[in-house]
């Protein structure tokens, strides 16, 4: 079993993703495509992470990584996309990325839609639960794709295509050296929100478990599928 790791900055990693692939036996090949450009191929499970550029910039490297991504869904190809990675999925099925009505920065409600409620990673829990997010742009539904969970600020905050691809513009994976990070790489981000490291923190770290017992679901659904 054979699962690749799309990065777009060091500081934005698999985390809890990470931890639930070990707990099973499966380790990570991780690609920094910005850098060493898209991997030959993505292995049986392929997760995509975040990133602060946006899938609409012309840099050289999106426009091969949306074509890899493309080809993957194509090819019924497991994956999670997550924040950026999710936007590169819609991206890669025809639908448009679009700045937000406003930045979405910490623990968001969000709530599942009525094919979130039947889905077998979502399905499993509540109705409507916190995420962690940190994102400013949000898409529309790709054709032949699932809507999974929304927000307020964005209506689609997840889908589905076909049985095992999930595109997530929240965080299941983010863990506490995760948040540090970004409340120091993109400080910017924090003050255009009007909000503080210390209330982003004091609000997201005891709600991790919960979202990392869903980040295991995930990881569990998506290794059974790859087989």
Known sequence: MRVVCLQHVPFEGPGAFAKALAKRGVSLEYS?????????DG?????VMGGPMSVNDSDKWIAEETDFIRSALLAGKSMVGVCLGSQFMAKALGATVRSGKALEIGM??????????????????PESFD?????????DLPNHCVPLAG???????AF??????????????MEEGGIDALCQECAPDLMKAGLTEHQVRSAALPQLPQLHLTADRLIARLLQSSR
């Open 32 to 40: 920094l495509v910005p850098k060493e450009g898209v991997p030959q």
């Open 131 to 139: 995420v962690f997010e940190w994102h400013g742009e949000v898409f």
């Open 108 to 125: 968001t409600p969000v709530r599942l839609t009525d094919a979130g409620k039947q889905d077998p990673v979502f399905g499993a829990g």
């Open 151 to 157: 927000s307020n600020i964005a209506p689609l905050q």
């Open 43 to 47: 292995g049986d499970l392929l997760i």
């Open 160 to 173: 589905r295509y076909g049985d095992r691809a999930y595109g997530l513009l929240f965080h299941l994976e």
